[in-house]
């Protein structure tokens, strides 16, 4: 039997497309992502479009708190400026204009002062800083300045309590709850707090350390849901942007000024820093706005505006003396990079990114090249300190990662649950005369949580960051328009830094990290929501 000749290959050849076919995939695929270097129309009416800016509304509101601040705390003092009177006036203020003004305009006001003040917990204790009044009053214990039995929460977490009820309330009313599912998670996660405290205290754990240590736990799904009952969609992205960032520069230009003339004389004591731990979260993400809005609007205004607050910002970030911001600064471009489509934005982060690292390369170069101890070098010898790792806070946090290890060891499918502290098997410094808590509360988050928590309480305690990322990855991938992109990418910085802070730097014992995550959380959530509707 002969055998058949195969088919010449032009009998596999599909028919080429028509001009007309041709020009259609052309502008469809243009449309997705502007792979013809061509705008379309739709896109550039997004860059002229008018951005909601809630800037002066959010200096407004500040104004006043920092000026009423500053005259209490440096004329009557806090012992006596703080008392039951002031704390209880400043929750029926709240309930009122809670439940005076929509859901997500009282959202914006919650977002500006909360991200404003700072925890009482992380005040320096060197000096007074000019918002201490309004920090106790707003995030500290109530029942430490009041005396009101039971009452060991801030203001801060009633006032949160007040905005879930009433946004879930107008939320059920209007028809747009988001998805049960993301709720669930939130619940879940609230779950898991309470049953690893309850295996805890069974096993002999101390209730009121572990009130400490859950404290800020339980507050985060509280805050989360709130945020996300509040935000109506997309449409209130780039107001609450705007606060993002005006909050973050006003921080910034006050840990400068603090620095110059508060602080002047403790900047040589060993640990020093301006403003909290926690504030290296709110600063990057800022960056991150105005960097992905001078990139998705490339106009000098835009360009003047994101350079201004930029410098402004990493001032005080270098100012600061937090070695972990520039380790967040390192990661996020990163991951907003792998999560962006193939687009010309992709590209241009790409070329920019080169440029960065060159430029960053020869600096660290230089600064270790001249050992200069001026203010220009400072970023540049925090970054290579933490590759040589050769002070003091350095080992002590080996030795901590080393004992926390050793804990988990002890019992590592279930823990040994909040209440305990960690077993100290390797002693190096004693830090009970500075921070009697500090076996309650370390510094690495995640080798805390596996130690407390196990492979069973740590699943529990840390899925919520991996269902949020996905959520958030979702949203970015489902993101047409130039808010959208840019507000799922913040979101997706936001828990980067919230998770990098979690691992360096106490990140989970921190209500600016709720609040960033909760933020970042609900963007995703009403994003996907709003998609889904359309």
């Not at 935000?231 to 400068?256: K, Q």
């Not at 290890?405 to 830090?431: A, K, M, N």
């Amino acid at each position: 039997m002969t055998p058949q000749k195969p088919p010449p290959p032009q009998a596999f050849r599909r028919p080429m497309a028509s001009g007309d076919q041709f020009e259609a995939i052309r502008n469809r695929v243009n449309s997705l992502y502007g792979e013809f270097g061509q705008r379309p129309e739709e896109v550039q009416q997004q860059r002229e479009q008018p951005l909601e800016d809630l800037s002066k509304p959010t200096l407004k509101l500040l104004a006043p708190l920092f000026v009423v601040s500053v005259a209490l705390g440096y004329t009557v003092g806090d012992v006596e400026a703080v008392n039951t009177l002031l704390v209880l006036g400043v929750l029926g203020v709240a309930y009122k204009l809670i439940w005076k003004y929509p859901p997500h305009v009282s959202l914006q006001g919650f977002l500006a002062i909360s991200l404003f003040l700072e925890s009482s917990d992380e005040i320096p204790t060197w000096w007074q800083p000019p918002l201490r009044i309004a920090d106790i009053v707003y995030y500290g214990s109530i029942k430490e300045h009041t005396y009101i039995p039971g009452m060991s929460l801030p203001a801060f977490f009633l006032i949160a309590l007040m905005l879930l009820f009433r946004s879930r309330r107008v939320a059920k009313k209007a028809g747009t709850l988001p998805p049960r599912i993301t709720e669930i998670v939130m619940f879940a996660y609230l779950g898991a707090v309470f049953v690893v405290e309850a295996w805890g205290i069974a096993r002999g754990g101390k209730i009121t350390p572990s009130f400490f240590q859950i404290e800020y736990l339980f507050t985060m799904p509280v805050v989360a849901l709130g945020i996300l009952y509040a935000i109506r969609g997309p449409e209130d992205f780039a107001g609450l942007g705007s606060v993002v960032v005006v909050v973050g520069a006003s921080r910034a230009a006050l840990c400068i000024v603090t620095y110059v003339v508060v602080a002047s004389g403790f900047r040589d004591r060993d640990g020093f820093y301006v403003t909290t731990h926690s504030d290296t979260q709110l600063f990057v993400v800022s960056l991150v706005i105005m960097g992905l809005l001078a990139i998705e609007r490339p106009k000098w205004r835009t360009l003047l505006w994101s350079v201004g607050v930029g410098l402004l910002i990493l001032g005080a970030i270098a100012l600061n003396n937090r070695r972990i911001a520039f380790v967040t600064l390192g990661i996020f471009p990163i991951m907003m990079y792998r999560a962006l489509p193939r687009s010309k934005l992709k590209r241009r982060l790409f070329t920019l990114g080169l440029v960065a690292a060159v430029l960053g390369a020869g600096y660290l170069a230089t600064a270790a090249a001249v050992q200069s101890e001026s203010v220009v070098f400072k970023p540049a010898r925090l970054v290579l300190s933490l590759a040589q790792q050769r002070d003091n806070s350095s080992e002590s946090r080996d030795v901590e990662n080393f004992n926390l290890i050793y804990t988990l060891r002890t019992s590592p499918v279930l823990g040994q649950g909040f209440g305990h502290e960690y077993i100290e098997h390797l002693h190096l410094y004693d830090l009970s005369d500075v921070f009697p808590m500090y076996r309650y509360l370390p510094h690495n988050g995640v080798l805390w949580l596996w130690s407390v928590g196990g492979v069973v309480g740590f699943t529990g305690l840390w899925f919520v960051y991996v269902v949020a990322g996905t959520f958030i990855l979702r949203a970015n991938r489902l993101a047409r328009t130039m808010v959208e992109r840019i507000g799922t990418l913040t979101a997706l910085s936001g828990v980067i830094a919230f998770v990098v802070q979690i691992w360096g730097d106490v990140g989970l014992n921190s209500f600016m990290g709720a609040i960033i995550f909760g933020l970042a959380y609900a963007i995703a959530v009403r994003m996907e929501w709003a998609v889904g509707r359309a």
